[in-house]
Every structure is written in structure tokens, then in C-alpha cells.
T-cell receptor
């Protein structure tokens, strides 16, 4: 499968614990995006990368949220000290796009987080 | 704050009917408008529109952009039960020579097709 992959697909955690999600983009895509989707809403942008550089992180929901893409391939999204309000679907997308375009963003299957 | 508004929020029709879904937007530096279909999983790409008045078509689905009215429509003809899904509209705002940027999504239209 050459699409965007995300792991784990589901995560249940207790309030206060830290969680980390992984995203593997389509191999030739240099841009990688994280979104959050809550019930009844469209995806909400969090952050994105051009290779290993994080181009925008002002939309990360709080300082408990951080993301990395250390080698410009896969990315991780970490939430520290989880709260019940963090329960949502976390979506990763990738695209071409350092120049030219615009290009479509292709989404992974998402990680559904439940905070108890 | 950028805004994308979709209507109707929900639509129930019978199989075989034709439906039109609407999307309007307010962004500062419009670059593209995208339509996605979402079933019980991640959004699946349908169309990207950048130029006004040029219809994009894929089977029974078609879409067109009106930059003057800041809107787009998605048409589905001869609907089938497999078309039941949430249809999301998203707009990309971009800076010159900066490449792809974030998408701002609407809340979606929930389409239900009754057999």
C-alpha cells in the first residue's frame, strides 16, 4: 500500500498520560500535515512540515502538543498530559508542494484517541 | 479568520435523485478549493478546483468553482446508496512561491441516500 499510513489506529489512554502517534506519508511527498477532527466537524489544521522543517505550528492547540519530522520522512505527534477534551480523530495528510502546484493533500486513515 | 461554509448540513434523498451541495468561502489569498468524501474513515479526495467556470467531472460527480461569488457546487447525479457519506469542502490559502499550505475545512454536508 503506497498511501499515507498512521499508527496506531486507535488509542485509549487515561487522563494525564502522554501519547505519541506516527504518520508515514506517501514516499515522494515532501509536505506533511496534521489535522484534528472532532465529531460533527471538518478537520482542523494543527501543523505542517516541509521535509524536516516545521513551517507552521501556531495552530497547535496548546503547548502540550508537539510534532516532529526528524529525517523528513515519517512524523510523530505527541500530546503530553492528555485531557478528555483531546479525544478526537488525528489525521495526517501529505502532498507534493515545495514549489508549483497547488497539489492535492492525501489523508491517512487517522488515529482515534479516547481519553478516559 | 478564514471561513468555509457548507450547505445544507444534511440531506436525505432517494436513490436515483440528483443532489447539489454548496460551499462558500472567505479567505485572504485563495489558491484552491478541494472536495473530499468521508465515510467512516479519512477523507478521500474528489476534486481540486483552481479556475473559475471550469467544470471537473468524474463519473456521476461534477464540480465547478465561481471565484466571483466565492463559492463552489458539487453535483451528484443518479445517486446510489454508496454515495451516502459526509462531503467536505476545503480551501487552501497560499502565499506566492510558497507551495502547498494548510486546508481550512467546512463542517461538511451529510448525504443519506435511501434505497
Amino acid at each position: 500500500d503506497t498511501g499515507v499510513s498512521q499508527n496506531p489506529r486507535h488509542k485509549i489512554t487515561k487522563r494525564g498520560q502522554n501519547v505519541t502517534f506516527r504518520c508515514d506519508p506517501i514516499s515522494e511527498h515532501n509536505r506533511l500535515y496534521w489535522y484534528r477532527q472532532t465529531l460533527g466537524q471538518g478537520p482542523e489544521f494543527l501543523t505542517y512540515f516541509q521535509n524536516e522543517a516545521q513551517l507552521e505550528k501556531s495552530r497547535l492547540l496548546s503547548d502540550r502538543f508537539s510534532a516532529e519530522r526528524p529525517k523528513g520522512s515519517f512524523s510523530t505527534l505527541e500530546i503530553q498530559r492528555t485531557e478528555q477534551g483531546d479525544s478526537a480523530m488525528y489525521l495526517c495528510a501529505s502532498s507534493l508542494g515545495s514549489a508549483g502546484g497547488p497539489y492535492e493533500q492525501f489523508f491517512g486513515p487517522g488515529t482515534r484517541l479516547t481519553v478516559l | 479568520e478564514d471561513k468555509v461554509v457548507q450547505s445544507p448540513l444534511s440531506l436525505v434523498v432517494h436513490e436515483g435523485d440528483t443532489v447539489t451541495l454548496n460551499c462558500s468561502y472567505e479567505v485572504t489569498n485563495f489558491r484552491s478549493l478541494l472536495w473530499y468524501k468521508q465515510e467512516k474513515k479519512a477523507p478521500t479526495f474528489l476534486f481540486m478546483l483552481t479556475s473559475s467556470g471550469i467544470e471537473k467531472k468524474s463519473g456521476r460527480l461534477s464540480s465547478i468553482l465561481d471565484k466571483k461569488e466565492l463559492s463552489s457546487i458539487l453535483n451528484i447525479t443518479a445517486t446510489q446508496t454508496g454515495d451516502s457519506a459526509i462531503y467536505l469542502c476545503a480551501v487552501e490559502e497560499g502565499r506566492a512561491n510558497f507551495g502547498n499550505e494548510k486546508l481550512t475545512f467546512g463542517t461538511g454536508t451529510r448525504l443519506t441516500i435511501i434505497p
